[in-house]
């Protein structure tokens, strides 16, 4: 089993920059896919960007793209949401999560990941 923590959400105005980040503990060596997800009061949980651990390739939900970069660095089994120009739309609880899939289920967004994080929460203000 892994374990997931993230951090580094806040509140920010819109146009701001947020950098979150999810250390993962235990059998890491069993996922290859890591992934950011949020979910919006009243909305149903949705996929914002995964990686690929063993090559580094990624997904990203079209509304996230070009604003949003999802990193990771191994030595420290830690990935990164670095998050820019930030929306009203993009406030939400942000999750991470990990699975060992097939590379074409990790960059089609990770639809059912077994393991979670507890979130953290991210504010945009207009």
């Known amino acids: 089993q892994v374990q997931l923590v993230e951090s580094g959400g806040g509140s920010v105005q819109a146009g701001g920059s947020l950098r979150l980040s999810c250390a993962a503990s235990?059998?890491?060596?069993?996922?290859?896919?890591m992934g950011w997800f949020r979910q919006a009061p009243g909305k149903e949980r949705e996929g914002v960007a995964t990686?690929?651990?063993?090559?580094?390739?990624?997904y990203y939900r079209d509304s996230v793209k070009g604003r949003f970069t999802i990193s990771q660095d191994n030595a420290k089994n830690t990935v990164y949401l670095q998050m820019n120009s930030l929306k009203p739309e993009d406030t939400a609880m942000y999750y991470c999560?990990?699975?060992?899939?097939?590379?074409?289920?990790?960059?089609?967004?990770?639809?059912?990941?077994?393991?979670w994080g507890q979130g953290t929460q991210v504010t945009v203000s207009s």
């Open positions: 235990g059998y890491t060596y069993s996922n290859n896919c």
């Open positions: 990686i690929y651990t063993a090559g580094g390739i990624t």
């Open positions: 999560a990990a699975d060992s899939v097939p590379p074409y289920v990790c960059l089609a967004g990770l639809p059912h990941p077994k393991s």
